[in-house]
């Protein structure tokens, strides 16, 4: 009964040097691939604030669009310019305008109105 206590005592021991080795590479293993995984982390992490970056700088450009556009439209409905190629898109802020005041007309008149 000793001796049988003895190799299973010697054969827990030998699995226990086994397991261990294997835990020791397992983790080194774990240790390289956690290091890789953190520099594409890092990558990905990169290439979203740039992608970020240039979202904010193209909406900047169309701002800039924007600010520009009101700026041509006021100097039009001064007379300060005068420049035929946009004269089709006068022509359509006009349509525009003269349906919105249409509309606003409509929406005084259903305001106007009693329920009975």
Do not use: C, H
């Amino acid at each position: 009964m000793a001796a049988k206590k003895a190799n299973l005592q010697k054969d827990f021991t030998k699995f226990m040097d086994y397991a261990k080795d294997k835990f020791k590479i397992f983790g080194e293993e774990l240790s390289v691939l956690a290091k890789k995984s953190e520099k594409e982390i890092i990558r990905a992490s990169k290439r979203g604030k740039i992608q970020v970056d240039i979202m904010g700088l193209s909406m900047q450009k169309e701002k800039l669009y924007y600010d520009i556009g009101k700026k041509v439209s006021s100097l039009n409905a001064k007379k300060k310019l005068n420049i035929s190629e946009l004269e089709p898109y006068w022509k359509k802020v006009r349509g525009i305008e003269l349906n919105a005041r249409k509309k606003k007309r409509e929406l005084s008149a259903v305001r106007g109105k009693k329920k009975k």
